[in-house]
């Protein structure tokens, strides 16, 4: 496995050169994973699949849809890629390389596990100040205009909101400098953990129902669709956040409700039986 990944990656810095990978690479491989892993959740609602793991009964209109794909597109094009284009120079500052041997998977995983941790902690606070009242109503509130999120929506934010959560994705990798492979693997991972979290459907295979502390789609959803002064969820990944603050106590107290009416049910009918 080794071997087939640094002879690919030796394909690429011999046929590229760094700019090149860092900045469009970078950009074709959030626009691939991003998209081929948000579509789905489209087609999925339109056409009824899996309603019975759907979180909500209410659906996006296809004109909604193409709203958000046309706006994603302006905004990765408009906003995305110049970012990453000027951010080059800090990372390569920092120490950023894309040079053999790759690094292990020891500091991969540790790398990537440090991220998890810094941007929880960044994103949670810069989240939580976005539901002031004047910073949700000029700035957060595009971002809600999905009530019922798909997938898709994960991105769907105004460009200062792109900016300064974005902010708490990329500063974990500007502190330590990390190998190219390792940027895009976080990118890759966090991307699918985002489009995950907001893709409307909670299935029997989904993360939140192994990964401790795990937000999931379950989590978010509630988030979407209370008052935006009272919905509060507003960790990114893990939860402990929203745990430590009692940020999470409305939707602890639903998914307690829930979990008594389902045992209600089920007990009523063990008795009719």
Same mark, same amino acid.
């Given at each position: 496995?080794?071997?087939?990944?640094?002879?690919?990656?030796q394909?690429?810095?011999?046929?590229?050169?760094?700019?090149?990978?860092?900045?469009?690479?970078?950009?074709?491989?959030?626009?691939?994973?991003?998209?081929?892993?948000?579509?789905?959740?489209?087609?999925?609602?339109?056409?009824?699949?899996?309603?019975?793991?759907?979180?909500?009964?209410?659906?996006?209109?296809?004109?909604?849809q193409?709203?958000?794909?046309?706006?994603?597109?302006?905004?990765?094009?408009?906003?995305?890629?110049?970012?990453?284009?000027?951010?080059?120079?800090?990372?390569?500052?920092?120490?950023?390389?894309?040079?053999?041997p790759?690094?292990?998977?020891?500091?991969?995983?540790?790398?990537?596990? #440090?991220?998890?941790?810094?941007?929880? $902690?960044?994103?949670?606070? %810069?989240? @939580?100040? &976005?539901?002031?009242?004047?910073? /949700?109503?000029?700035?957060?509130?595009?971002?809600?205009?999905?009530?019922?999120?798909?997938?898709?929506?994960?991105?769907?934010?105004?460009?200062?909101?792109?900016?300064?959560?974005?902010?708490?994705?990329?500063?974990?990798?500007?502190?330590?400098?990390p190998?190219?492979?390792?940027?895009?693997?976080w990118?890759?991972?966090?991307?699918?953990?985002t489009?995950?979290?907001h893709?409307?459907?909670?299935?029997?295979?989904?993360?939140?129902?192994?990964?401790?502390?795990?937000?999931?789609?379950?989590f978010?959803?509630?988030?979407?669709?209370?008052?935006?002064?009272?919905?509060?969820?507003?960790?990114?990944? #893990?939860?402990?956040?929203?745990?430590? $603050?009692?940020?999470?106590? %409305?939707? @602890?107290? &639903?998914?307690?409700?829930k979990? /008594?009416?389902?045992?209600?049910?089920?007990?009523?009918?063990?008795?009719?039986?």
């Open positions: 496995m080794a071997s087939i990944l640094e002879s690919a990656w394909y690429l810095i011999t046929h590229f050169s760094d700019f090149q990978l860092a900045c469009l690479g970078s950009f074709f491989l959030h626009e691939s994973v991003f998209f081929l892993s948000g579509l789905p959740f489209i087609y999925l609602e339109r056409l009824g699949y899996l309603s019975k793991y759907k979180i909500q009964t209410k659906n996006n209109t296809p004109a909604a193409n709203k958000c794909i046309t706006r994603l597109l302006l905004y990765h094009f408009g906003v995305n890629l110049p970012v990453m284009i000027f951010s080059y120079p800090v990372f390569r500052y920092m120490g950023m390389q894309s040079s053999l790759l690094p292990s998977w020891k500091v991969i995983l540790t790398q990537i596990l #440090f991220y998890f941790i810094l941007e929880d $902690f960044v994103f949670y606070w %810069g989240h @939580r100040i &976005l539901h002031t009242k004047w910073l /949700y109503k000029h700035v957060h509130s595009i971002h809600h205009e999905y009530a019922t999120p798909f997938g898709l929506t994960s991105e769907y934010a105004h460009p200062a909101e792109i900016l300064f959560l974005g902010f708490a994705t990329i500063l974990g990798p500007a502190i330590t400098g190998h190219l492979f390792t940027l895009w693997l990118m890759v991972v966090r991307v699918l953990e489009v995950e979290a893709c409307g459907y909670h299935f029997p295979f989904s993360l939140s129902n192994f990964i401790p502390l795990y937000g999931g789609a379950n978010h959803d509630y988030h979407h669709r209370v008052l935006y002064t009272k919905s509060g969820n507003y960790s990114s990944t #893990f939860v402990y956040m929203d745990w430590i $603050f009692g940020t999470d106590k %409305g939707y @602890r107290k &639903l998914q307690a409700l979990r /008594y009416e389902a045992e209600a049910s089920n007990n009523q009918t063990s008795r009719e039986k």
